[in-house]
């Protein structure tokens, strides 16, 4: 076989191999293009499952004052509050000052918690039970129509004065029943909890401080507790990365959720949309080693979250946004080469141009490695 037959080939077998080399990795690329995804298109809500796995909204900031949420609570809805590490302001702390034995001013578990009048009453001692008796008696007397006397509790929650702002907050949901919802919130900075208790002042429904719901006791520790009737006006500063416990009680069937399903929205963001780089869910499980189940990272513009609900089964959060998205550690990617599968004619017709333009570039490499035969001399007789 003549040696340019055998390096012809050689040529285009090389060529092949680098065509082959270079179209496949761009054809894979080009299929499982990294691309940020309009997220309410199938990612958003973000949803964690009840007790299995936590909501987290990194890098988040707002505009205007500076407060994360406002909990505004209905009628037959009745708030109770754990913090794992808190101390009452110093505000707090005076208007207990002339008691006994003052709350401490150091972190403490601090409970304000909802209690029944009737079971108060029964705590107390035969004098001051039967001076309290009276007391209620007389007052009942005295507001006709109490039966529809209600409290509400309103909460503010922001960063303390002069603090960082956080940077992280998760959200975890605990516990759910027919008349409980319940779920835990931390940050990485202190925050500044504004708690009020009030019963209803309307003209219609006459101010009733004992009736459901307006009895609440303050315990701080376990050397500290109080309990009091009607009108509260307590801060609280909890420490940066302990839990704060919400446990949301419906006093009424169907009146503040309609059922097991009905998702719940118990607090408003304070910033509308509330900003941020990422939303991310994530196990809880203490000895889980599985990728998180979603992974929401902001392109460019943060994301927009509007709203935090919850229902018997999970939590949800709504936003919206373009943005990168992994799904158990999996890469959302957007095919490039789709628009081929719509306009089929047109792409094949660039296709057989480009692969004409290919085979005469192909050709002419071939030409240029090509060697002629040198010519035969005659030898001089000489």
């Keep these: 076989m003549p040696v340019t037959s055998k390096r012809s080939r050689l040529i285009s077998g090389l060529l092949l191999l680098i065509a082959l080399v270079v179209v496949v990795p761009v054809q894979y690329y080009l299929v499982n293009y990294p691309a940020a995804v309009d997220v309410s298109q199938g990612v958003a809500p973000a949803k964690a499952r009840i007790n299995q796995e936590e909501l987290l909204i990194d890098s988040a900031s707002g505009e205007g004052a500076n407060i994360l949420m406002l909990m505004d609570g209905q009628i037959d809805e009745l708030i109770d509050l754990r913090f794992q590490k808190a101390r009452l302001t110093e505000a707090t702390l005076a208007t207990f ?5 003052p709350p401490p001013a150091d972190p403490q578990v601090i409970n304000f918690i909802w209690a029944d009048v009737q079971g108060e009453i029964e705590r107390l001692r035969p004098e001051e039970r039967k001076a309290f008796s009276e007391n209620i008696a007389r007052i009942r007397k005295a507001t006709p129509g109490n039966e529809n006397s209600a409290c509400r509790t309103l909460l503010k929650v922001e960063p303390v004065p002069a603090s960082k702002s956080p940077t992280k907050q998760r959200f975890y949901q605990t516990n759910a029943t027919d008349s409980v919802r319940e779920f835990e919130m931390s940050t990485d900075t ?57 446990s949301l009680i419906q006093d009424k069937q169907d009146s503040v959720w309609k059922d097991s399903k009905d998702f719940f929205q118990p607090f408003a963001f304070g910033s509308n949309p509330l900003h941020a780089q990422r939303v991310i869910v994530k196990s809880s499980l203490a000895n889980s080693s599985s990728l998180p189940p979603l992974e929401v990272t902001a392109d460019g513009q943060p994301l927009a979250i509007s709203r935090f609900s919850l229902n018997d089964e999970e939590t949800q959060l709504d936003f919206s946004g373009k943005a990168f998205v992994k799904q158990k550690g999996v890469k959302l990617t957007k095919n490039l080469l789709e628009p081929i599968t719509k306009y089929p004619l047109f792409y094949f017709a660039e296709g057989v141009a480009v692969a004409a333009i290919f085979g005469w570039f192909a050709a002419s490499i071939k030409d240029i490695f090509k060697r002629t035969p040198e010519e035969y001399v005659k030898p001089d007789d000489d």
């Design 190 to 246: 202190d925050l500044l909890i504004s708690i009020k208790v009030s019963p209803l002042i309307e003209e219609s429904i006459p101010y009733y401080p004992f009736a459901r719901g307006c009895g609440k006791r303050l315990q701080v520790g376990d050397t500290f507790q109080t309990f009091n009737a009607g009108y509260w006006d307590i801060s609280v500063i909890a420490a940066a990365n302990s839990t704060v416990h919400f």
């Design 97 to 101: 000052a002339n008691k006994p034995s």
